[in-house]
């Protein structure tokens, strides 16, 4: 079966892709304690000067000549936001495109987070904002943002963490749980962000990418520039090539763990559910 075929069906089976509710112990229909404007009511208990006086129930405190307050529990959803990384690096793969991968974990993610009635917000990011949705409650949107993910753009771009991170810090005003889906080739700049939100990193990569194996002439063409070059690889370019990659990863990882961020790499060969399942079962 062809990539064609494979891609049609996936778009035409996309619900069926989420086989598990990868949140089920993260999130869901909880109920918080505390004071405010809940949908539930609690219980009654004697008033004090630090609740609202709006709640104050004037039958009972009439009744008992003791003021007493409604206390509700208030409905708590939380609140997802999956960013979407376009760089030109995500064209490639060699077993499946990572952009196809990508979609695939945003599709899991999406649903996994809608079942269970928590709000989605879906961000595509390269240097500036590519396309947005925010709060999705439902299913059609959810779809629609997958349907962006497998028919974007992406070779001639790159990443800015910088406007990304003050994209989010000005438009993500409630504490959410972020997570930052991309090739991550680039060092992301999360020091703020990270301050203020719970992130999760899900970097998706191809093995060929950091095994080449490969020897002789090559012609190249650079993704984000889009400019095209001769080269010549032996053992000793390979081996120096590998040594950048991961001392790339190695301060990739780094800066995660400095800022407290989970993250998994993800291979375009791999599972996507389990290793999404992996990810945030220790949380």
Not at 219 to 238: A, Q, R, Y
Request: hydrophobic share 35%.
């Amino acid at each position: 079966m062809d990539k064609i075929t494979n891609s049609k069906l996936y778009q035409n089976n996309l619900q069926l892709t989420t086989k598990q509710r990868i949140f089920s112990h993260l999130s869901g229909e909880h109920s918080s304690v505390f004071s405010g404007n809940g949908l539930d009511f609690r219980e009654l208990r004697e008033y004090n000067t630090s609740d609202d006086i709006r709640h104050l129930n004037w039958k009972v405190t009439a009744r008992t000549g003791t003021p007493c307050v409604n206390i509700f529990s208030e409905d708590k959803r939380l609140h997802f936001v999956f960013v979407f990384l376009v760089s030109g690096g995500i064209y490639f793969g060699s077993y499946r495109a990572k952009k196809e991968v990508m979609s695939d974990i945003l599709a899991n993610l999406s649903f996994s987070a809608l079942s269970k009635k928590d709000l989605v917000s879906t961000v595509f990011f390269s240097t500036k904002v590519e396309e947005a949705n925010y709060l999705s409650k439902n299913k059609i949107t959810i779809e629609r943002d997958i349907k962006i993910a497998n028919e974007l753009q992406t070779l001639g771009k790159n990443i800015d963490f910088k406007n990304l991170e003050n994209y989010l810090l000005s438009s993500v005003k409630q504490k959410s749980i972020i997570f930052l889906i991309g090739d991550f080739l680039e060092l992301p700049k999360l020091r703020f962000l990270s301050a203020k939100h719970e992130i999760y990193a899900v970097v998706v990569r191809d093995r060929l990418e950091e095994d080449l194996k490969l020897l002789g002439d090559f012609t190249v063409k650079d993704t984000t520039t889009l400019g095209s070059e001769n080269i010549f690889l032996d053992e000793g370019s390979l081996k120096k090539y590998e040594a950048l990659l991961k001392e790339h990863d190695l301060k990739l990882f780094e800066l995660f763990t400095k800022y407290k961020v989970r993250y998994k790499k993800i291979y375009t060969d791999d599972d996507v559910v389990s290793k999404l399942f992996e990810l945030i079962k220790d949380r």
